[in-house]
C-alpha cells in the first residue's frame, strides 16, 4: 500500500467492551509504533515493536491496554474493558529507520 | 512543567509572511529534533529533521536548535494559505527511539 492504514477508522461501543484497534505499516517498514492523541495534544507514545518483538510498552497506561504484532507486521492495539477517559483518537506509524515515522490516519474511539 | 512546551496558538498571519514557530524544553539529553505539520483530520508528517544544534533549510523551511537555550524553532518565508496546519515540534535523546511530542501550535495563514 501507499501508506499506513488503520481500521476501523471510527468506533463507538460502550463502557465494558473489549476493542480491538487494527495498524498496517508500510511494507518493509522494520518499526511500528503505536500513540494516542488527545484532541489539542501531540501524540502521546503507547508502545512499539521491532519486527514482532515488543520492545517497550512502558507507555501502556494500565494493563487493560496490549498490543501484539505476531508476523512483524500488522498490529493490534487491544483495550479490555473500554471506559469513557479511553475516548482519544489512536495513531499508528511505522519506520525503516530511526529518522521517520509515517503516520496513518487514526482511529477515533468513542467509548460511551 | 512537561518536558516540551508548545504554545498551542492559534497564529494567524496574512499570506506571503514570515512565520516563526516554537518550542522550549527541560530535557538535556534530547540530541535529535523534528518538526511536523498535521493538517486537520490527518496524521502527523515529518517536515524537517535536525541533530544537535544548528540550522538546517528545505526549501521555504528553516529549522534552528539553540541547545544551550534548549529552544527550537520553525521558520516559514512566504507562507502560503496551504501551510494552515498543526505544527508539532518532537524531539528524541540519543538512545531513545521514541520521540516527545509539544501539543502542536495551530496556524493560519489568510490570503
Known amino acids: 500500500g501507499a501508506g499506513v492504514s488503520q481500521s476501523p477508522r471510527y468506533k463507538v461501543t460502550k463502557r465494558g467492551q473489549d476493542v480491538a484497534l487494527r495498524c498496517d505499516p508500510i511494507?518493509?517498514?522494520?518499526?511500528l509504533y503505536w500513540y494516542r492523541q488527545a484532541l489539542g495534544q501531540g501524540p502521546e507514545f503507547l508502545t512499539y515493536?521491532?519486527?514482532?518483538?515488543?520492545?517497550?510498552k512502558s507507555g501502556l497506561p494500565n494493563d487493560r491496554f496490549s498490543a501484539e504484532r505476531p508476523e512483524g507486521s500488522i498490529s493490534t492495539l487491544t483495550i479490555q474493558r473500554t471506559e469513557q477517559r479511553d475516548s482519544a483518537m489512536y495513531r499508528c506509524?511505522?519506520?525503516?529507520?530511526?529518522?521517520?515515522?509515517?503516520f496513518g490516519p487514526g482511529t477515533r474511539l468513542t467509548v460511551l | 512543567q512537561k518536558e516540551v512546551e508548545q504554545d498551542p496558538g492559534p497564529l494567524s498571519v496574512p499570506e506571503g509572511a514570515i512565520v516563526s514557530l516554537n518550542c522550549t524544553y527541560s530535557?538535556?539529553?534530547?540530541?535529535?529534533f523534528m518538526w511536523y505539520r498535521q493538517y486537520s483530520r490527518k496524521g502527523p508528517e515529518l517536515l524537517m529533521y535536525?541533530?544537535?544544534?544548528g540550522n538546517k533549510e528545505d526549501g521555504r523551511f528553516t529549522a534552528q536548535v539553540d541547545k544551550s537555550s534548549k529552544y527550537i524553532s520553525l521558520f516559514i518565508r512566504d507562507s502560503q494559505p496551504s501551510d494552515s496546519a498543526t505544527y508539532l515540534c518532537?524531539?528524541?535523546?540519543?538512545?531513545?527511539?521514541?520521540?516527545?511530542f509539544g501539543r502542536g501550535t495551530s496556524l493560519i495563514v489568510h490570503p
Open positions: 506509524a511505522s519506520s525503516f529507520t530511526s529518522d521517520e515515522q509515517f
Open positions: 511494507s518493509g517498514h522494520v518499526s
Open positions: 515493536f521491532n519486527y514482532e518483538a515488543q520492545q517497550d
Open positions: 530535557n538535556s539529553a534530547f540530541q535529535y
Open positions: 535536525t541533530y544537535s544544534s
Open positions: 518532537a524531539m528524541r535523546g540519543g538512545g531513545s527511539y521514541i520521540p516527545t
